[in-house]
């Protein structure tokens, strides 16, 4: 008899939000549909949500005491193997969580994490994300020792579990500083190769998690660059010498952008970042097909000013018009967004069915040109 692999088991979660602030029921079970997808992306499978409605998040245990013991119910009956959380959860709240339900505790951050250490694929991107993982694990060790707690006082216990919290402390925070040394080589090694691609306008793809950037990456370099329907599918910034006529430019397909990116993710990722901060011009690439996308417009340009990018010419591309929402009108969208954006180029496309492609070779033609101009005013040769 075969045995199932790791990868074809799937463990069975439950999902958790508060619903606080200006949010409502609508947007949290939006928010709870990108959390189930995240844990799908990460190989589990989720089966029930839990919401409440609270002024803000219980600082002890999230959700409040009657809610807990609503879902370990729910969790005892159906055989559930973790709970997962949409925020952040402090060390306080993972531990209290975690020993009033006895189960594996995931907060958002960590699931990201986790997606990001199971996608990384070189020796950099692992590099990220174990910086990454190592700074949310410091100062959450505690919860790792809780089951010495009972020894405290012990003849020959005296002690062990604050002891062997500190040499665990120190290893994590040797091997942080170790990870940032590298990081920082490859930064100086990243720095060089960037500087020796000579004058070429660079052009960078950006926009949020699975929007169809290595699609249209592909198109436009005829390229194989990985793309898959999953969250986080590409983590290695690629970069790719295009031509449209006679005008090379380089084009740069980077990390997707998500809500309530761990900051942890932020400064290990400085790097690949990078390539978005030296870009000359961004293509923002917006997936039309999903309910939520004009907030993830705003997610993506807020991270943009938290990562200190000043203001680039900017396309927006509005991708997926092939699968618009049922009720949907394209030509509203368009006058709509075009009044929004103000004069800005934006143009609506199918990467997968080649929909107006050519007018996107257009527009990154017309911007990239307008780029070379500038820094190369004699040389007109190209044109």
């Known amino acids: 008899m075969a045995h199932a692999t790791i990868e074809e088991i799937q463990e069975r979660c439950v999902l958790v939000s508060v619903i606080h602030g200006n949010m409502n029921e609508h947007v949290v079970q939006e928010y709870l549909g990108e959390l189930a997808f995240l844990a799908e992306t990460a190989g589990a499978l989720a089966v029930k949500s839990f919401t409440q409605k609270l002024p803000y998040p219980n600082p002890r245990t999230y959700v409040g005491e009657g809610k807990l013991q609503e879902i370990k119910a729910y969790a005892a009956l159906h055989e559930i193997d ?43 991107a692992k590099t990220q994300v174990e910086l990454a993982q190592l700074q949310y694990m ?17 003849i020959g ?17 040797q091997r942080i500083a170790l990870m940032k040394e590298r990081l920082q080589e490859i930064d100086k090694q990243m720095t060089v190769q960037r500087s020796n691609r000579g004058q070429l306008v660079r052009v960078a793809l950006v ?30 910034t690629t970069v790719r ?81 092939d699968a618009l929402l049922e009720g949907t009108s394209l030509e509203e969208l368009e006058r709509t967004w075009m009044a929004r ?34 820094r190369y005013p004699y040389n007109d040769f190209l044109f």
């Open 82 to 124: 973790a709970i997962i959380f949409d925020d952040e959860l402090s060390p306080s709240q993972l531990r209290n969580i975690e020993r009033e339900l006895n189960l594996k505790i995931i907060d958002r951050s960590i699931l990201i994490l986790d997606i990001f250490a199971k996608r990384a694929r070189t020796f950099h």
């Open 138 to 154: 410091l100062p959450r060790l505690t919860r790792l020792w809780t089951h010495l707690e009972r020894q405290k006082g012990g």
């Open 241 to 321: 010498k295009v031509v449209i006529e006679n005008l090379p430019f380089l084009l740069t397909d980077t990390v997707g952008f998500i809500r309530k990116l761990p900051q942890q993710l932020l400064e290990s990722f400085k790097s690949t970042l990078d390539e978005v901060r030296e870009a000359d011009l961004l293509v923002h690439v917006l997936d039309l097909s999903h309910p939520n996308f004009e907030e993830h417009y705003t997610t993506v340009n807020t991270t943009l000013q938290e990562i200190d990018t000043t203001e680039k010419p900017t396309i927006i591309v509005f991708n997926k018009i």
């Open 157 to 173: 216990m005296r002690g062990p579990g604050e002891s062997q919290i500190e040499t665990d402390r120190r290893i994590i925070q």
């Open 341 to 374: 954006l103000g004069g800005r180029p934006c143009v609506f496309i199918s990467a997968v069915h080649k929909n107006n492609l050519e007018t996107l070779k257009n527009n990154l033609y017309k911007e990239v040109k307008d780029i070379f101009k500038v």
């Open 207 to 236: 926009g949020y998690t699975n929007v169809g950037k290595s699609t249209l990456m592909n198109l436009l370099s005829k390229s194989e660059v990985f793309a898959e329907n999953k969250l986080f599918a590409t983590l290695d």
